[in-house]
């Protein structure tokens, strides 16, 4: 794995690094443990509503022996219009070591990455823009239903425009050689996409992928007349995941979902937990993702002996 103090976007991984960094989760699920060099501190900055990522970062840094340093928006000098780099100073100058930042502006993460900071950050999600901590969730669930990246069919199927967890995963997947699909609302589907993949219509995948990919519609992101016209059961029938749709589904087709799930909109509410269905494995998964990038990290910094790492892997570190 490259050297890195940050780790922001799918952009920065190489296929090496997504081998590394689900060998790194896999030997963590299997037991393995590491030993902080001295007392380490993280901060979880979260400007936007979360409940999987942002505890599941938590666990990661507590099963890594981080202590854990409270932060709520709501009562920070951001309120009183502190910049979120200077916010970052501050942390960073009272000995925080690690800050994961969830931000609603895209590409938020460019300034700060600019200021050349010791203090290492991890991108939990911006704007519309990237969900690298996600998009590496998703990759090890599929490696460890398939073992293999080449050649599987995938559609993201959903609200395509405001999704970070589409552009990652578009970009990362066909990266790794599988073929990406995409569907839902055809006026969601965005010019950039196309060097991507193809869309088609809902019914004409189902039959065909490996994997269907459900993304819920954002209506934090919608204008207010969108989301006052919008009608959940209409969507469901011509763009979701219907009882009768996944039935047609083969045999080896699995269903995930980054989560929240709109039950009823774009998954029907009995597929959330059957017999195909990843999603709660997805969540599994999401905590051992996020302990390998905080131990990468941390090993980066010499605040414990990247070594353990490098056992676990079998690919060189740096």
């Known amino acids: 794995m490259q ?93 925080v070591d690690l800050a994961v930042i969830r931000h609603p502006e895209d590409n938020y993460y460019q300034d700060l990455l600019a200021a050349e900071m010791p203090i290492s950050l991890i991108n939990a999600g911006d704007g519309s ?92 992101r919608l204008p207010q007349a969108k989301n006052a016209a919008f009608d959940a059961q209409a969507y469901h029938q011509q763009y979701g995941l219907t009882v009768a749709r996944a039935a047609k589904m083969p045999k080896q087709a699995i269903i995930m979902h980054p989560a929240p799930v709109n039950r009823g909109v774009e998954l029907a509410s009995e597929l959330v937990e059957a017999p195909q269905s990843r999603i709660f494995q997805q969540m599994t998964n999401g905590m051992y993702v996020r302990m390998a990038m905080v131990a990468h990290l941390l090993g980066q910094r010499g605040l414990l002996d990247a070594r353990q790492l490098e056992e676990a892997t079998h690919v060189n570190f740096n």
């Open 3 to 95: 050297a890195t103090n940050d780790l922001v976007s799918v952009d920065q991984l190489t296929n090496e690094d997504v081998t590394y960094f689900i060998r790194l989760a896999q030997a963590f699920k299997r037991g393995l443990t590491v030993t902080l060099n001295r007392p380490a501190f993280a901060m979880n900055l979260f400007f936007e509503n979360s409940t999987r990522t942002h505890t599941s970062f938590e666990m990661a840094e507590r099963r890594l022996g981080l202590q854990v340093i409270p932060f709520d928006p709501r009562t920070s000098s951001v309120t009183k219009g502190e910049s979120l780099l200077d916010t970052l100073k501050t942390i960073q100058a009272i000995g």
């Open 129 to 220: 823009g990237q969900h690298p901590s996600q998009s590496l969730l998703d990759m090890l669930t599929i490696y460890e239903e398939f073992g293999h990246f080449d050649g599987l069919k995938i559609a993201i199927v959903g609200d395509l425009a405001h999704s970070r967890v589409a552009r990652s995963n578009m970009a990362l997947l066909t990266q790794l050689g599988a073929q990406v699909f995409f569907s839902g609302p055809e006026a969601w589907m965005q010019p950039e996409f196309t060097a991507y993949g193809e869309y088609r219509p809902l019914d004409e995948l189902v039959g065909e992928m490996d994997v269907m990919m459900l993304l819920r519609v954002q209506h934090e």
